[in-house]
């Protein structure tokens, strides 16, 4: 399967302003790509590094007025379903390795202090390992009313517990507290999810965010918001949670005037032709 992702990104900025951006697609998953259109703004150099947790960063100084980012890039896929290990188990705290313990604590948007007692009220008497986490999803599925209009930057856990509504962010940052409330790492995840293999959503498209559980050894995906198996997923970046991976950072006063994102299932013989424009 070949997926074609990108954006276009449009900030009107009233003065110099420093940006870092976490846009690229995740260091593990280049060599799936065939072809790259990558962030190029003519007369402004942008540094390229990694950040803490490996996630690819960009920095730059944009002049003040319009500045446009856009982004293209043909990756391949396997198209299959990912993975639902259901006999997967739960590691003791005391057997988890130090990177993992990182992701257990209380961050920014995931306030385990406020939601422990409820975590182990609703999820205490299920199974550890793989159904804990899938109870975790069912109810955050079931608690959260997705509303693109309702979205909110400073949206914590907590508040989408009590107000039961939100955008995928805020699905996420309540299973990742509940898993890290019952000592099960979870990280926070970002990147594209196009409607692949299901009916198309009525919501504009934009980037999506779904999480990680440490189980069995190993980094599993979870989706609290979809709640399903799901094909294509691309990452762009991880970490404790929205406030390590934000996509646009500016060091000063912005306004995002243009907004688009891109991830589509193109044919073989379509691909060609993108990387042909491309070139």
């Not at 008497?125 to 997705?146: E, L, M, S, T």
């Not at 299973?175 to 409607?195: E, M, Q, T």
């Amino acid at each position: 399967m070949l997926i074609h992702v990108g954006y276009d990104i449009g900030l009107q900025l009233s003065a110099p302003t420093p940006l870092l951006l976490l846009l690229d697609v995740q260091a593990n998953r280049r060599r799936d790509i065939l072809y790259e259109d990558a962030v190029n703004v003519p007369d402004i150099a942008i540094e390229r590094g990694l950040d803490l947790y490996g996630n690819r960063t960009q920095r730059l100084i944009a002049p003040a007025g319009r500045l446009k980012l856009s982004y293209r890039a043909v990756v391949r896929d396997s198209g299959e379903l990912e993975e639902a290990p259901v006999n997967a188990r739960e590691i003791p705290v005391a057997d988890l390795p130090n990177y993992a313990m990182h992701f257990l604590g209380g961050s920014r948007y995931c306030e385990t202090d406020e939601l422990t007692q409820i975590a182990w009220q609703l999820f205490g008497n299920v199974p550890p390992g793989y159904a804990r986490v899938k109870a975790i999803c069912n109810f955050v599925h079931d608690q959260i009313k997705f509303d693109y209009q309702a979205a909110r930057s400073t949206r914590t856990a907590f508040e989408a517990y009590k107000e039961r509504t939100g955008v995928c962010r805020d699905f996420a940052h309540l299973a990742i507290a509940f898993c890290r409330c019952l000592n099960i790492p979870a990280a926070y995840v970002n990147g594209y999810l196009g409607d692949i293999g299901v009916p198309l959503d009525p919501a504009p498209m934009d980037f999506s965010a779904w999480f990680e559980a440490y189980i069995d050894n190993r980094w599993v995906t979870f989706d609290a918001r979809h709640n399903k198996p799901r094909t294509g997923r691309i990452v762009i970046a991880r970490g404790r949670d929205a406030a390590d991976v934000a996509m646009v950072t500016s060091f000063g006063q912005h306004y995002l005037a243009e907004f688009k994102v891109i991830c589509e299932e193109v044919e073989p013989q379509r691909a060609a032709q993108l990387t042909t424009r491309a070139a």
